[in-house]
Structure formats: structure tokens, C-alpha cells
């Protein structure tokens, strides 16, 4: 058995309950074998397949808060410090009901690799609690943020562990964390990234991720000589990587015709009114009924199992930005049948192992959220540096760091597909070019 299937069956057997983890590793170490072929006596002899898929540890606590009714509730919370080879470990904190110990480990073996790309000094790791944000009071949502940072503060710092927003974790809650910090460690640090911008927040951190994964679908298109204007898009998702992929769509020039939420989606043909979006999402927290009830050319649907919800429609480009594993197989046919071009993620993971690789079989170009997300990560770091410097910079200068990054990690994972004789494999390029960088690193800081 070769290095990679020996240690797929190790992390099988010991993680056998988690299967999002899994997938990760699985997806990862099978587009790495050609790398770890190459140089399989070295990565063996340091065991950095083994080494790199066990965090170096991983924190579970219990979070006490009081509700509006005075009855206490405990959730649990999640740290999982991944890897810092290159860095400090960076991820964000998702809070969700689906949480569980091998979402938060997925995410966080994913960030890893991310991290890397970015080309800036930023390790993996990510956290989280299976505590729902929605219909809780102001109050209550302080309440569970001050108890989850009483116990996290213990594990975290500016050069330790600097966590950041994810799915349930936005600027209020990224606030009432970062003023329980100080008040627990009486030190002002750039310990949390995605803060408000009168307390130390960078400029463009809102609409990194979603403007970045339009940077890099820009660079892989015009790599193919394809222009982006009049393009029209598929876009899952109305949250905050959706609403901005969908403002920079717009301003590249193409026309997006597609949102969703958890209960249904939107087929907006006259092209998806952001102002409107956020609007109903970002101001009055609504469903996407609202956004259809305010704007006439706008179809709602209701989610139903097993429809094909916005990948349904006639795209040229497709970009999930919802949640894991929401494009399947039946989805990727869908898609090909009607002759999209490029599916770019920008959600962690939302197309199915199976889905990516039929997109790839049938010659769609396929960026995997490992590259086409990370500008979100990469922001935090800049908003680090920022912190660091005790200095702000302008939305420009951000937004054109942003930019460069996005453009250079297209660059660096169609390198690294080439370098293996893999070209246009961009899953494997992103992989590689994560991976060589982090496993060098290990190799140069000896057995820890
Ligand atoms: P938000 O919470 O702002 O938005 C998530 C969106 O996805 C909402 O519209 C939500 O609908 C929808 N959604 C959630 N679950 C489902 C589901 N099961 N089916 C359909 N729609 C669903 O999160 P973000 O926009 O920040 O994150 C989206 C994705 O991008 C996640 O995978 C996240 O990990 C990833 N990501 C985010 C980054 C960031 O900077 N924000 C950076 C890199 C990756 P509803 O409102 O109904 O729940």
C-alpha cells in the first residue's frame, strides 16, 4: 500500500465518526499523491501525512448562558488548533446547530491549506458551537459570547490563535467576543479578526470573500481567454460571501439571477437587486419571501428535497456560496447539461466529492473553496498586519492587496497543477501548492 492509502485507512479507523472530516482528507491527501509520490521517502520519514492530519489539539467546553426567561441553557463550544507551522492558528468561529466535533475539524484541516495559499503567515485552525443565533434577543446572543469567550479566552491570543467570523458569527457577535477578551485579559490585541472598524476592523473585511472569489474567477477566465462581462451566474446563498459575490459580479460586468437561504431561492431574471438583498438580509434580517414581495421580476421558491434549486437555471458561471455538500451529482449534471462554464466556491466545500469530480470529467473549470474563498482569510490577516502596525489602511489599498492575493493564488495553483503534470486540475493545484509550503515548514521545525 502506498504512503497516501496507509494513512487515509489510519484516519479512517481513528476518526470513523466523523465523516465531514473524512471527506476533507480524503479529498485532500488523493489530489496530493502526486506531490507525495515524488518525495514519498522524505514525507514518510518525517510522517507529516500523519502529523499533518492531527491537530495539535482540539478544545471542547461547555457554554453556560441565562435566556430572556431566566432559564439557563448550555451549548458546547469548539476550538480545534490544526496546525502552525507557518503562523499563528486563523479560522473563524461558525455558529450553527449542526455543529459538531468533525465539522469544526474539517474546517479547520481545510484552513491549513488556505492559510497557506495566501502566501501570508497565517496557520489552520477553527471553532464554533452548535449554539443557534437565530430568533435569540440581542441579550441572549451577548450573553452566550461573553460565557463561549470566558472559557476560549484561556487558549487564544494575538500570537497564539486569532479567530474570526463564520456562518452565525458577524460583527455583533465579533463585538461582544473581543469586549469580553479585554475584559478577562485586560490587553487591547488584535485577538479577534472581522471587528468593527472603530476598534481595530479593516476596511473591505465585510466584502473580501465574496469580491475575492469574483477576483480569482476573473483571473481563471481570462487565463481561458474568456471575458467576464455579459456572463450570467448562478449564486447559492444569501449571506455575507453571497451578497458580495453578487456586488462584484456586477461591477466585472456579468449578471447574477440566483440567491438562496435555508428555505428557498430566488430566480431574479432582470438579475438579483443587491441593494434590495441586503436590505432584507443585512438590515431587517428577513427571508428572501420579502426580497420577491418587493421586486416584480423575482420568482420565490421554497426548498424542496431533492430539487435542484438555483443550479437548475441556464448559467454560464456557478458559484456556491450557501454551505457544505449543497451541490451534488444530479446538481453537476444539471449544470453541464446546460453548458456552464466554471464552478468557483465560495462556501466551504459545497460541492460533493462526486459533483467535483463529474464538473472536472466534463471539462467545466473548477476552483474548489481551498483558492476561490480564501480572500475572506487573507483580509483577516491584512486586518493582523493592520493591528500590528497600529495603523488602518484605506478600502483601496485593502481592496487592492485583496487583489494582487487572489490573483497570485490563481497563479500558484495553475503552477502547481502544471509542476505535477496535472494542468487544470485547480483542486490538486490549490492542494499542492497549500501543502508544499506547510510540509516544508514542518520538516524545518524538526519533530513537534
Ligand atoms: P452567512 O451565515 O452569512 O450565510 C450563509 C448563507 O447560506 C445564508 O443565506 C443561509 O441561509 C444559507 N444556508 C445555510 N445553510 C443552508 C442550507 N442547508 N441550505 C441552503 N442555504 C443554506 O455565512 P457566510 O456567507 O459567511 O458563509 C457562507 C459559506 O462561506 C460558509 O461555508 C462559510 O464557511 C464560507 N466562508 C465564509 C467566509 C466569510 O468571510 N464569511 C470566508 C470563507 C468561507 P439562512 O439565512 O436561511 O440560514
Same mark, same amino acid.
Given at each position: 500500500?502506498?504512503?497516501?492509502?496507509?494513512?487515509?485507512? /489510519?484516519?479512517?479507523?481513528?476518526?470513523?465518526?466523523?465523516?465531514?472530516?473524512?471527506?476533507?482528507?480524503?479529498?485532500?491527501?488523493?489530489?496530493?499523491?502526486?506531490?507525495?509520490?515524488?518525495?514519498?521517502?522524505?514525507?514518510?520519514?518525517?510522517?507529516?501525512?500523519?502529523?499533518?492530519?492531527?491537530?495539535? =489539539?482540539?478544545?471542547?467546553? =461547555?457554554?453556560?448562558?441565562?435566556?430572556?426567561? *431566566?432559564?439557563?441553557?448550555?451549548? +458546547?463550544?469548539?476550538?480545534?488548533?490544526?496546525?502552525?507551522?507557518?503562523?499563528?492558528?486563523?479560522?473563524? $468561529?461558525?455558529?450553527?446547530? !449542526?455543529?459538531? $466535533?468533525?465539522?469544526?475539524?474539517?474546517?479547520?484541516?481545510?484552513?491549513?491549506?488556505?492559510? !497557506?495559499?495566501?502566501?501570508?503567515?497565517?496557520?489552520?485552525?477553527?471553532?464554533?458551537?452548535?449554539?443557534?443565533?437565530?430568533?435569540?434577543?440581542?441579550?441572549?446572543?451577548?450573553?452566550?459570547?461573553?460565557?463561549?469567550?470566558?472559557?476560549?479566552?484561556?487558549?487564544?491570543?494575538?500570537?497564539?490563535?486569532?479567530?474570526?467570523?463564520?456562518?452565525?458569527?458577524?460583527?455583533?457577535?465579533?463585538?461582544?467576543?473581543?469586549?469580553?477578551?479585554? =475584559?478577562?485579559?485586560?490587553?487591547?490585541?488584535?485577538?479577534?479578526?472581522?471587528?468593527?472598524?472603530?476598534?481595530?476592523?479593516?476596511?473591505?473585511?465585510?466584502?473580501?470573500?465574496?469580491?475575492?472569489?469574483?477576483?480569482?474567477?476573473?483571473?481563471?477566465?481570462?487565463?481561458?481567454?474568456?471575458?467576464?462581462?455579459?456572463?450570467?451566474?448562478?449564486?447559492?446563498?444569501?449571506?455575507?460571501?453571497?451578497?458580495?459575490?453578487?456586488?462584484?459580479?456586477?461591477?466585472? *460586468?456579468?449578471?447574477?439571477?440566483?440567491?438562496?437561504?435555508?428555505?428557498?431561492?430566488?430566480?431574479?431574471?432582470?438579475?438579483?437587486?443587491?441593494?434590495?438583498?441586503?436590505?432584507? /438580509?443585512?438590515?431587517?434580517?428577513?427571508? $428572501?419571501?420579502?426580497?420577491?414581495?418587493?421586486?416584480? !421580476?423575482?420568482?420565490?421558491?421554497?426548498?424542496?428535497?431533492?430539487?435542484?434549486?438555483?443550479?437548475?437555471?441556464?448559467?454560464?458561471?456557478?458559484?456556491?456560496?450557501?454551505?457544505?455538500?449543497?451541490?451534488?451529482?444530479?446538481?453537476?449534471?444539471?449544470?453541464?447539461?446546460?453548458?456552464?462554464?466554471?464552478?468557483?466556491?465560495?462556501?466551504?466545500?459545497?460541492?460533493?466529492?462526486?459533483?467535483?469530480?463529474?464538473?472536472?470529467?466534463?471539462?467545466?473549470?473548477?476552483?474548489?473553496?481551498?483558492?476561490?474563498?480564501?480572500?475572506?482569510?487573507?483580509?483577516?490577516?491584512?486586518?493582523?498586519?493592520?493591528?500590528?502596525? +497600529?495603523?488602518?489602511?484605506?478600502?483601496?489599498?485593502?481592496?487592492?492587496? $485583496?487583489?494582487?492575493?487572489?490573483?497570485?493564488?490563481?497563479?500558484?495553483?495553475?503552477?502547481?497543477?502544471? +509542476?505535477?503534470?496535472?494542468?487544470?486540475?485547480?483542486?490538486?493545484?490549490?492542494?499542492?501548492?497549500?501543502?508544499?509550503?506547510?510540509?516544508?515548514?514542518?520538516?524545518?521545525?524538526?519533530?513537534?
Amino acid at each position: 500500500m502506498g504512503y497516501v492509502d496507509e494513512v487515509l485507512a /489510519k484516519v479512517k479507523e481513528k476518526n470513523a465518526s466523523e465523516p465531514e472530516f473524512l471527506q476533507a482528507v480524503e479529498e485532500v491527501l488523493d489530489s496530493l499523491r502526486p506531490v507525495i509520490d515524488a518525495n514519498e521517502e522524505l514525507y514518510r520519514k518525517n510522517a507529516i501525512l500523519e502529523r499533518i492530519t492531527e491537530p495539535d =489539539r482540539q478544545i471542547m467546553f =461547555r457554554v453556560p448562558w441565562v435566556d430572556d426567561k *431566566g432559564q439557563v441553557q448550555v451549548n +458546547r463550544g469548539y476550538r480545534v488548533q490544526f496546525n502552525n507551522a507557518i503562523g499563528p492558528y486563523k479560522g473563524g $468561529l461558525r455558529l450553527h446547530p !449542526s455543529v459538531n $466535533l468533525g465539522i469544526i475539524k474539517f474546517l479547520g484541516f481545510e484552513q491549513i491549506f488556505k492559510n !497557506s495559499l495566501t502566501t501570508l503567515p497565517i496557520g489552520g485552525g477553527k471553532g464554533g458551537s452548535d449554539f443557534d443565533p437565530k430568533g435569540k434577543s440581542d441579550r441572549e446572543i451577548m450573553a452566550f459570547c461573553q460565557s463561549f469567550m470566558t472559557e476560549l479566552s484561556k487558549y487564544i491570543g494575538a500570537d497564539v490563535d486569532v479567530p474570526a467570523g463564520d456562518i452565525g458569527t458577524g460583527a455583533r457577535e465579533i463585538g461582544f467576543m473581543f469586549g469580553q477578551y479585554k =475584559r478577562i485579559r485586560g490587553s487591547f490585541e488584535g485577538v479577534l479578526t472581522g471587528k468593527g472598524l472603530t476598534y481595530g476592523g479593516s476596511l473591505a473585511r465585510t466584502q473580501a470573500t465574496g469580491y475575492g472569489l469574483l477576483y480569482l474567477t476573473n483571473a481563471l477566465l481570462k487565463d481561458h481567454d474568456i471575458d467576464i462581462a455579459g456572463k450570467t451566474c448562478a449564486v447559492s446563498g444569501s449571506g455575507n460571501v453571497a451578497i458580495y459575490a453578487i456586488e462584484k459580479a456586477h461591477h466585472l *460586468g456579468a449578471k447574477v439571477v440566483t440567491c438562496s437561504d435555508s428555505t428557498g431561492w430566488i430566480y431574479d431574471p432582470e438579475g438579483i437587486d443587491v441593494e434590495l438583498l441586503k436590505e432584507v /438580509k443585512e438590515v431587517k434580517r428577513a427571508r $428572501l419571501t420579502e426580497y420577491a414581495a418587493a421586486r416584480p !421580476s423575482a420568482e420565490y421558491h421554497a426548498k424542496q428535497n431533492g430539487e435542484h434549486g438555483v443550479w437548475q437555471y441556464k448559467v454560464d458561471l456557478a458559484l456556491p456560496c450557501a454551505t457544505q455538500n449543497e451541490l451534488d451529482l444530479e446538481d453537476a449534471k444539471m449544470l453541464v447539461a446546460n453548458g456552464v462554464t466554471s464552478v468557483t466556491e465560495g462556501a466551504n466545500m459545497p460541492t460533493t466529492l462526486e459533483a467535483t469530480k463529474y464538473l472536472q470529467a466534463n471539462g467545466v473549470l473548477f476552483v474548489g473553496g481551498k483558492a476561490a474563498n480564501a480572500g475572506g482569510v487573507a483580509t483577516s490577516a491584512l486586518e493582523m498586519s493592520q493591528n500590528s502596525e +497600529r495603523l488602518s489602511w484605506t478600502f483601496e489599498e485593502v481592496d487592492g492587496k $485583496l487583489k494582487g492575493i487572489m490573483e497570485t493564488i490563481y497563479a500558484n495553483i495553475s503552477d502547481a497543477a502544471k +509542476r505535477y503534470g496535472v494542468e487544470g486540475d485547480y483542486v490538486a493545484g490549490a492542494n499542492i501548492a497549500g501543502f508544499e509550503k506547510v510540509a516544508n515548514a514542518m520538516i524545518a521545525q524538526g519533530v513537534c
